[in-house]
């Protein structure tokens, strides 16, 4: 079975404080995706992976910054987190060998910023 | 650009009630995926149920159909004799075959009330 595992399941931090989430997949997938979610949106992409140290802009990249520095893992960060960025981060992999590149999602990461 | 539409914000049922939930989509592309996931509230999505674009076979999987129509471009889900656990948000979501992304609707929270 695939495995998505997020490295926090709720997090508070202040406004300003600089943010990590983490992501690590352990099925070897390519693609990998950090989502938002708000009540009534559905999920947003933020930014999405293909490959190790490629990245691209999902849509709304604003206020955030990524990092895949290993296949595994595919890091979100806030460099200053508002309150605005309150809101449920799930992260995602697919592989690309697949017509499908159907996405297994983590468990999502519950973040406050006060 | 892709778009999915749920009209459906929230359907409350009695358990063994069948629940229809409504998925339209837009999309320029002549090969694309479609997708119903499912996020119960401990907050991960869960696979479901997936259609291309070249299969318009309707199935049935154990509690599960869907009714897949190009020509409304519907890809519609339904949940059998309902059960307690289904309670969930229930999210549709359209890949085209040039994107690596999802496109989500905004999802439809479904109680199933005993």
């Known amino acids: 079975d695939v495995k998505v595992t997020q490295s926090s399941r709720y997090l508070v931090k202040r406004t300003g404080e600089k943010v990590f989430l983490e992501c690590v997949q352990d099925?070897?997938?390519?693609?990998m995706f950090w989502y938002r979610q708000d009540p009534g949106l559905g999920l947003r992409l933020i930014y999405f992976?293909?490959?190790?140290?490629?990245?691209e802009k999902g849509d709304i990249p604003e206020g955030y910054s990524v990092s895949r520095e290993k296949k595994e893992r595919f890091s979100l960060i806030l460099e200053s987190a508002s309150t605005n960025q309150t809101s449920m981060y799930l992260c995602?992999?697919?592989?690309?060998?697949?017509?499908?590149?159907?996405?297994?999602f983590g468990p999502g990461t519950r973040l406050l910023v006060l | 650009a892709q778009k999915v539409t749920q009209a459906q914000t929230e359907i409350s049922v009695v358990e063994k009630e069948d629940v229809t939930l409504d998925c339209v989509y837009e999309t320029r592309d002549t090969t694309y995926y479609l997708f119903w996931y499912k996020q119960p509230p401990s907050g991960e999505l869960v696979f479901l149920i997936r259609r291309n674009s070249f299969d318009e076979q309707n199935e049935i999987s154990g509690r599960y159909s869907w009714n897949f129509q190009k020509s409304t471009s519907s890809f519609n889900f339904t949940i059998t004799a309902s059960q307690v656990v289904d309670s969930a948000v229930y999210f549709c979501a359209l890949r085209g075959s040039n994107d690596y992304k999802l496109s989500f609707g905004a999802g439809t929270t479904v109680t199933v009330r005993a």
């Open positions: 099925m070897d997938h390519e693609n």
């Open positions: 992976s293909y490959d190790v140290k490629m990245k």
């Open positions: 995602a992999s697919s592989f690309v060998g697949s017509p499908w590149m159907s996405q297994y």
